[in-house]
């Protein structure tokens, strides 16, 4: 592999196509500015030629932005001849094994490595068992990064999110496994789903994900079914209940003539239609600010 080491202005370097990893302007970013500025840049930046000219950045782009911090406008590089799949491969595994990987540049990174894994020869299905003639590709990937086959499917499929959804994973508002099942629904139904979450300020939990996922299998989700399963109460909220129902402002508002054993459920229904209306009125909000802009 032909190497050259050289110093290449900033302006010159180029991101990776598909970086699957964030450069983060936080404490881990200003802990490297401060280290490039004690000792300077110890390792070069890896790099590739670029066909539009100029360069792109296999290994270093977090060097790169702490160089840009620090107002330096040059920087050391290794170029290296690399093929767009190589340059993958060792983008992807200069950087898995960092600590303070988002679950979303993990699904990225694995998907990534994995295509390129097809493309140089290896049969690989991203998001189910795959068949292969020897070995398994995310066997290759899991037995390289200590986890298990079905975990890198796991975070495969969270790239099947809409954005806003894998947000709320990388920010452990959704657990990973709901995340999962999440995925498997359509685009449509996941922002439907997205906006529920919103208004109703509820994330499914696992058993309540699989329900909404089998309902779209099936061809049966709707936004009110939807709905009633985000509403249902999940097994460590069904404690608090009573505690709710104590609260007088609450009690106030239901009518004597619901029984006790009714009363939450009576609850429920009425948070129902409440987002219902939120929902409507959201809507209207939307179409009419649509017209203003025409």
Avoid: W
């Avoid at 398994?136 to 975070?155: M, T, V």
């Avoid at 099936?218 to 097994?235: A, H, R, V, W």
């Avoid at 009573?242 to 007088?248: K, T």
């Amino acid at each position: 592999m032909e190497e050259e080491r050289k110093q290449v202005a900033l302006s010159e370097l180029h991101p990776f196509p598909e970086h699957p990893y964030q450069v983060r302007d936080d404490d881990a970013m200003q802990e490297l500015v401060e280290s490039i500025s004690r000792h300077g840049l110890i390792h070069p930046l890896i790099v590739r030629v670029r066909e539009e000219g100029g360069y792109e950045i296999i290994a270093g782009h977090r060097r790169k932005r702490a160089c840009e911090l620090l107002g330096l406008t040059e920087v050391m590089v290794e170029v290296r001849s690399l093929s767009r799949d190589e340059g993958i491969l060792l983008m992807v595994d200069s950087n898995l094994q960092r600590e303070e990987l988002l679950p979303s540049e993990k699904g990225k990174a694995y998907r990534l490595r994995l295509e390129a894994m097809n493309r140089q020869g290896q049969r690989v299905d991203l998001t189910s068992t795959p068949v292969v003639s020897r070995l398994r590709g995310n066997e290759i990937l899991a037995k390289e990064n200590g986890i298990s086959r079905e975990q890198i499917r796991r975070y495969i499929r969270l790239t099947y999110l809409i954005p806003s959804i894998l947000q709320m994973v990388d920010e452990k508002r959704i657990a990973l496994r709901p995340g999962v099942e999440i995925s498997y629904l359509k685009t449509g139904e996941q922002e439907q789903l997205f906006q529920l979450m919103q208004y109703l300020d509820l994330t499914p939990s696992l058993s309540q994900a699989q329900h909404i996922r089998e309902r779209s299998h099936k061809g049966i989700l709707t936004y009110e079914s939807m709905q009633e399963i985000l509403s249902e109460l999940k097994p460590n909220q069904k404690e608090k209940k009573q505690l709710i129902l104590a609260d007088a402002r609450i009690r106030g508002r239901i009518p004597p003539s619901i029984p006790k054993e009714r009363q939450v459920d009576y609850i429920l229904q009425a948070i129902k239609f409440y987002t219902h209306y939120l929902v409507q009125e959201a809507k209207k909000k939307k179409r009419g600010e649509e017209r203003e802009e025409r």
